[in-house]
């Protein structure tokens, strides 16, 4: 392995013209330039990643859902000590970000980078890393080439031909397993799956994936839930929360400043990583706890004088995650969608989130497309009302809840006293963003 730090001269080349094409894009304004740089980058040294990875530990993380907030814990825990680290920014999660990341960073620092799903064997062919994180497969954009299956089918080659990687990966996703299971070493976390629409179907013999055994998930075929190396015990009754059980029989418990079950499931399968690169379960999940917010995926903000928790979803799946966080409760709840090209053009996956679950509350549709979401949630019998503008749909569930059964006309909404009951945000990218960004 070549040391950090000795780029031979065509690399050497590379990594200036990418800096310099990033540098020039800030001062015009255009943004950071990261995939810009990369594309550059790309062109002079074809196999700039392979040479810019020589010397560094790195991790990958990818899966449909999670994997920007796994990385970002990922990146805490590897941090620890003041080891440098290097990572790729939110969107950037294909080959030219990670060239912009890895260009900009220290020689011989450790890199933890997001991985689109698709990318994920050339990475691992490329970048040679020491850990690859996978956490679940399902549906996404539906106008995007994105054949669940199929990805799973070239994760398994890429991961059978990279011998000294170890796999972390979600025991309870039959594809994240298919796609796994070839390779060297895997440790398997008990990370849960609650979308199961696209784990359904056997990927060793296409028959049909029973999910009802007391030791998860089988196939009649023999293919089945592996042995599990950690897994998670939920103790809700002695207040105890979530604790990180290993099979050697450390037990360390889980507190995040990030909600949600999904969220824990992702910090374990980040400390299960950390301990491929060095750090120890324990440390790892104690530094995550200090993440409190994730760049582009949840926030806490004031909009308007509503305190607002807002939460990204992309796809069905990210969306039964996010409606298991808001339920039960009888908070308003602001439901946002839009269809631009970030978003994925077709809304038709709005039928298979259960949105059944909303009754009861104050729910008010909005985003670009509300008028889509007032028809699913009509057919659901959630009523709501519809407004288009994200931030004043904010105010209005806030107001609504406020005045309770008697509606917004009621004393408490009349003059606007109710502005102040906490509002849950969810919304798809463009709808998340924009009001992000308005906030
Ligand atoms: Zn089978």
Partial sequence: MRPAGALPPRARAAVAATRAVNAASRRV?????????????????????????????????????GKTTTTRLLVVAVAEGGRPVVTNATGSNMPQGH???????????????????????????????AVVALLNLSRDQLDRTNEVRM?????????????????????????????????????????????????????ACEGRIDFAGARGWACTCGFARPALDVWMAHDADDGAGTTAVFADGRRVPVVLGIPGRFNEANAVVAAAAAEVLGVPAGRALALMARVDEVAGRFAV???????????????????????????????????????????????SWLWDVAFERLRGRPVVATGERCRDLAVRLRYAEVPHRTVEDPARAVRMASELAAAGPAGPAGPAGADGAGAGVRVDFIGNYTAFHDLLAGS
């Fill in 99 to 129: 060239v912009a990341a890895l260009a900009g960073g220290l020689p011989g620092a450790a890199a933890v980078l997001e991985a689109d799903e698709g990318y994920v064997p050339a990475l691992v062919a490329e970048l040679h890393p």
């Fill in 29 to 65: 304004g255009a943004g950071s330039g990261t995939v810009l740089g990369g594309w550059v980058g790309l062109a002079v040294e074809p196999h700039l990643l392979e040479r810019l990875a020589a010397g560094r530990d790195v991790a990958l993380v990818s899966g449909t859902n």
């Fill in 301 to 347: 903000r004031d909009v308007h004088g509503v305190p607002t928790r807002l939460m990204l979803a992309k796809n069905p799946a990210g969306w039964a995650e996010l409606l298991d966080l808001v339920c039960p409760g009888e908070g308003p709840v602001v439901v946002g969608i839009n269809a631009r090209v970030a978003d994925g053009k077709d809304p």
């Fill in 151 to 203: 990805v799973a089918g070239r994760w398994r080659q890429a991961l059978g031909a990279a011998p000294a990687t170890t796999v972390v990966a979600n025991a309870d996703d039959p594809l994240v397993v298919w796609g796994a299971s070839a390779a060297a070493r895997v440790v398997w976390v008990g990370a849960g799956l609650g979308w199961r629409m696209d784990a359904a179907g056997c990927p």
